[in-house]
């Protein structure tokens, strides 16, 4: 099956009779082998080493699968061909092989699963495809299991330390035991690594259904704190959440109960459920799903307690002032850290800022369409992110026993929240994005109207006209006027 698979790939056969008219022997190496031994989707990413000139094979590759071919890693000799037919997009990565051979360059490389290679004369002209693995890549593929080559490779590129997590949690492997103590050992090495390479391997971590255990395992071997030293002390900071034994095991359980909640959207707002998947599946910049940043700011919501803890005589737990604007400034220097998109800081600025905002209409006896108007307003989609964000935090406040359906005996907050969250969901979807954008009356009319000259009360009227709008209860120009009149502007 692996065999007949290969053997009717399109790229693998045009590579193939590229490298003959070249004469040059070409090898298959990395995850595209990997992902077919387990079983997964194959396809759109392949590794090719050569011995030959890098540069004119992926020329020639590009010609033959009309493709775009570009230089890579000047280092190491790499070049990209990108090939794009409509939404797909398949990448073909060309390198020289590193050492005397094809033997020496595998154990050269990260991990022993991704060290296995085929010559891609024997895919095609072979009736069984034989894997040079020098190493026990297939072995430890067939026990799940991610071993490092050596820890010289963990030394030379340390990134390898938070790729074996990743992995690890992608893949639903287990570390094995002597590559964690390797990456315990050089743990101070990862700060050698470029931003950039850091957000790519953590975000696509994320971006899986194992973000929590990702993020624990790089905790246990010191990872996290080396990556996010704002983190150092969350574990002793006891934030008076009872069954939850510090801010740090707080951060863990929301990042779980965010996984929970993003898995069970059909269960939670049926009627929403498509959209809402849509709206997480969407990327904020390139290789950065919404539902990946979602997680990373499950995770550092409360980031700005240990700087707002205080103590009140008499109670038997800190108070957390203005955390949501202590927690804006710390998330906010992590994602520039981290080299995010504008708009992805933006996000995690408002985001961590507003985060207390779904709770605190627990206060209301009703939340009007003017406060869900007002939300959505402010933060506009982000809002969505805001209502499942308040749900995690009070989910990951619990025991960590999530089921569906949830428990009998959850506590009035949650409940609470998942009304209020329905009914501001209702409100965006049938309500907020339905409207038309163009106001009623725009400033000039304003201003003929009420006879007053242009400045801030101009747009001042105009939002609040907007909110009556947005609330019902104007719906013409006429109306729109009369509503106008009776606003006291100088109040």
Known sequence: MEAESLKKSGILQAVHRVSQKRKEEVYL???????LLLGNSWGKDFDFMTKGE????????????????????????????????????????????????????????????????????????????????PLGGVSDLRRRILRANSEESLRQDPLRMLRAFRFASTLGFSVEDETLRMIERNKDQILRSAGERIRRE????????????????????????????????????????????????????????????????????????RSLDQHFSQEVEEGISRKALFKFLAFFHDSGKPDTMTWKEGESYPRFMDHDQAGQKINTAIASRMKLSRRSIKTVSNLTRHHMRIQSLFKVKEVTPRA?????????????????????????????????????????????????????????????????????????????????????????LLERLREAEF?????????????????????
């Open 29 to 35: 190496v990395g995850g595209a082998i990997r992902d």
């Open 54 to 133: 890098v540069s004119g094979l992926a020329r020639d590759a590009a010609r033959e699968t009309g493709g775009h071919a570009f230089p890579l890693d000047e280092t190491f000799g790499t070049w990209r061909v990108i090939l794009k037919k409509r939404k797909s997009r398949t990448e073909l990565d060309f390198s020289l092989l590193q050492g005397k051979d094809i033997f020496e360059d595998l154990r050269q490389r990260d991990f022993t699963i991704n060290s296995i290679a085929l010559r891609i004369e024997g895919i095609l002209h072979g009736e069984t495809p034989e894997f040079i693995d």
């Open 202 to 273: 953590f975000f696509t971590a994320l971006d899986g259904n194992q973000a929590g255990r990702f993020l624990r395992q790089l905790n246990e071997v010191g990872l996290l704190a080396k990556i996010f030293p704002e983190i150092q002390g969350w574990n002793d900071l006891n934030i008076g959440i009872p069954d939850t034994s510090s801010l740090l095991e707080h951060a863990f359980r929301t990042v779980d109960a965010a996984e929970f909640i993003l898995d069970h959207l059909d269960d939670l707002y049926p009627p929403f459920a």
């Open 372 to 460: 869900k108007y007002r939300l959505f307003h402010d933060l506009g989609k982000e809002g969505i992110d805001l209502v499942f964000l308040a749900l995690s935090s009070l989910l990951g406040s619990e025991k960590p026993e999530y089921s569906w359906p949830l428990s009998a005996s959850q506590p009035g907050d949650r409940l609470r929240v998942e009304e209020i969250g329905g009914g501001v969901l209702e409100y965006y979807f049938q309500e907020f994005t339905q409207r038309v954008q163009k106001p009623l009356l725009d400033g000039k009319e304003i201003m003929e109207a009420l006879g007053i000259p242009q400045g801030k009360g101009v747009g001042a």
């Open 471 to 491: 609330a019902g209860k104007v719906q013409t120009r006429e109306e729109a006027l009369k509503y106008l009149k009776t606003i006291d502007r100088f109040a």
